[in-house]
């Protein structure tokens, strides 16, 4: 029995998927920082969550009114192996594992979709007031679903390994002496008067 290390199984996993999916060739896997938080087991809620490091625009600061005052929120700044991280993706476990195969890919893709074409520490906006996933969610999904369809039957004999995806946490206790995994507390918006 071998050492799972979820946190590097993903990292390969986007790797292969941002070279192999021309609506995600932007994104620079060594800018971001995957990790995993605990999520509890029950059915519903987010599965994973993005946490972009900019401002719109790409903005590390910005001025906001708390009430009367004015204040200047200012993004924290992250480094890993030597580069700066522009966002942090959080895959909340043991929710994410119960998912199928399809539905982690899904997932995955969900929250890279979510980044910038300009890959400037911002998230993609759309139009109107749902700006994070346009104008319904459920066709965002959609949209993940056939990216994924497409990922999948591209070269399969090149693929990195799935087999990680395979299984729920259960599943993968049985089939490893031990599950890895990186953590990070969530990154915190520094706050100063203006």
Known sequence: M?????TGELERLIRDIVLSCPELNHVLPDRLLICVSSGRPSAGGSLAKIHPLRFAGGEKSMTTR???????CTMPTIMHLGEEVLYVIYFLVPRFLELSPREKLITIFHELYHISPDFDGDIRRFPGRNYAHGSSTKSYNLYMGQLVDAYLAGAAEERVALGFLEGNLASLRERHRTIVARRLP???LSISPA
């Open 186 to 188: 969530a990154p915190r």
């Open 2 to 6: 071998s050492t799972l290390n979820l």
């Open 66 to 72: 708390r009430g009367r005052r004015r204040v200047v």
